[in-house]
């Protein structure tokens, strides 16, 4: 036997039974917990299987029942996945939390994260990758031919320089 | 009328909860749960336990009060092995 096999359909009530080296019984409570909110749900055992039965809350004929025994399957088959997918990722996910807790806690992290580099003895003015050059001294072609003065270029402040402003309009002062 | 419902209150509704499928502790905080509705007796057997109930109020059958305390006790059960 492989599908689950349905023992009884009438009267409300579907019965089934499982084979429980096929369907594992973790795999079973998952599906019948699905299905409590609108059935109940007994459970039982024998050397060899495991027997459900299925009263449903409202009304239903054989037709609803067999279709019932079906979603039940299916639902038995994604639990009994959903199950070994846990099982084969375990390692990985210990893995995982261990090392997220380790991070967490301030504990040593693996190889592959530390930073061989010490930067600790750098102080806060250093500026090993000349970020604070400005951009004019870092670009500049030596020898060139001094650029005209225009609204974006920077120019040094002379004595009259008004910084800008001309209150009498026009010559300098 | 569903099979939960066929039974006349006064008639008691029989569960039983194999050992090796159902915790023992899910069985008992049923029977506090349900105490107050139904009269409980219990056969405590070597694999299951099996639930007699006859309800008292009279709202309920006692099919529908063993069904809702049959999943109480599923529930609990795989609460308990989660």
Redo the contacts between chains.
Sequence with gaps: MSAPEILTAT???LVLSLDKTLYP??AV??A??VF?DRA??????SDDD?TVEI??????DEAALRALAGEFGNELLSQALRRRITADNQAILESIVSQALAGATGAALPAAFVDDEDDDDLDFLDDPLGIAVPWEERFKKSGSAPVAAGPDTERVAGPGDSGGHSPVGGGEA | MSAAEAAPAATPATRTFDKRVYAIAAIQDALEAYASLAELTVDKGDEAWTVHVTATDEDFTSETLASELANFVLAGTIERKR
């Design positions: 009267d409300g009530k019984l973790e409570y998952g019948a917990y409590i109940y749900v007994l459970l039982g055992r495991i009263a449903t809350k409202a009304p239903a």
